[in-house]
T-cell receptor
């Protein structure tokens, strides 16, 4: 079974621009979560999508948004980029069986974003 | 608030045993995960605990005490390839798949 894939793997943008990152989950997985990883803050939860609906959100500004398509693929968008948005953006997929289930998230390789 | 603490760095010798501790204070709890992350790579799942006690999986074991807000990951028969960061993460009880991560413990295994 193919793992989680993310595109692009590397990206360089300048301040003020916007960026869209893509994530394709493992086949059969319906939940996609996004995380930001930086050396200073570690891994931080951005949001989770299940059945095309955002069902959880972390503490990030509204410049960070996402969506999920009917085939479970997900995109996240960051508008008006700031230098501090430079990070590794990871997506993770899981079955999406719901609360209380022994559900494991599997991470993709990430997109490394550099904002200049 | 949400707080997960792990040691920043540890070193160990090939063939030895190492224990990486994790303490947590979170508003909710629905399981604790350990992930391994090699430099420049994605985190990979190691173990999951939701009930108190020890879960063993080959060379890796993980322990949980919910009353103490404490977990540890035990790595036996260390190999050079075990040099990596080990991430402790708590799943928020209200948040489906929302994981709250500790900063990670960088383990260096020496010959």
């Amino acid at each position: 079974k193919a793992g989680v894939t993310q595109t692009p793997r590397y990206l360089i943008k300048t301040r003020g621009q916007q960026v869209t990152l893509s994530c394709s989950p493992i086949s059969g997985h319906r939940s996609v979560s996004w995380y930001q990883q930086t050396p200073g803050q570690g891994l931080q939860f951005l949001f989770e999508y299940f059945s095309e609906t955002q069902r959880n959100k972390g503490n990030f500004p509204g410049r960070f948004s996402g969506r999920q398509f009917s085939n479970s693929r997900s995109e996240m968008n960051v508008s008006t980029l700031e230098l501090g948005d430079s990070a590794l953006y990871l997506c993770a997929s899981s079955l999406g069986a719901g609360q209380g289930a022994k559900e494991t998230q599997y991470f993709g390789p990430g997109t490394r974003l550099l904002v200049l | 608030g949400q707080n997960i603490d792990q040691p920043t760095e540890m070193t160990a010798t090939e063939g030895a045993i190492v224990q990486i501790n994790c303490t947590y204070q979170t508003s909710g709890f629905n399981g604790l995960f350990w992930y391994q992350q090699h430099a420049g790579e994605a985190p990979t799942f190691l173990s999951y605990n939701v009930l108190d006690g020890l879960e063993e999986k080959g060379r890796f074991s993980s322990f949980l005490s919910r009353s103490k807000g404490y977990s540890y990951l035990l790595l036996k028969e260390l190999q050079m390839k075990d040099s990596a960061s080990y991430l402790c993460a708590v799943r928020d009880s209200g948040g489906y798949n929302k994981l709250i991560f500790g900063a990670g413990t960088r383990l260096a295994v020496h010959p």
